[in-house]
Nanobody, 126 residues
Framework: QVKLVESGGDSVQAGGSLRLSCAAS????????TAWFRQAPGMEREGVAS????????NYGDFVKGRFTISRDSAKNTVYLQMHNLKPDDTAMYYC???????????????????WGQGTQVTVSS
């Protein structure tokens, strides 16, 4: 059974930092791509960042602009999203997603991902 568990969401002030974690089980390390998406109330889900199965390639949403870094620890089967200089517009539920049988996918499209976590809330106050 595949399971993705996000953690690390919190309430912070603008300019602060957070690190989100996505721990996977039921998936073999090195065989799936991972992405972070976010969704604010009343908004569509949007892609934040993606990483290839071995961690060599990454892609980011345009709004990230160098503030976030996605990384993978294959030994722990965990993907991280380090976020710096957070802004109130970053407030959203953040979801981790996995695409199986994938080495790399440049697109940040939710429909491409077949497993999802339950989400972790990030709230940024001004």
């Amino acid at each position: 059974q595949v399971k993705l568990v996000e953690s690390g969401g919190d309430s912070v002030q603008a300019g602060g930092s957070l690190r989100l974690s996505c721990a996977a089980s039921g998936l073999s390390s090195g065989t799936y791509c991972t992405a972070w998406f976010r969704q604010a109330p009343g908004m569509e889900r949007e892609g934040v960042a993606s990483i290839s199965s071995l961690g060599y390639y990454t892609n980011y949403g345009d709004f990230v602009k160098g503030r976030f870094t996605i990384s993978r620890d294959s030994a722990k089967n965990t993907v991280y999203l380090q976020m710096h200089n957070l802004k109130p517009d970053d407030t959203a539920m953040y979801y981790c997603a996995a695409m199986t049988a994938c080495q790399w996918s440049y697109r940040l499209r939710p429909a491409d991902y077949n497993y999802w976590g339950q989400g972790t809330q990030v709230t940024v106050s001004s």
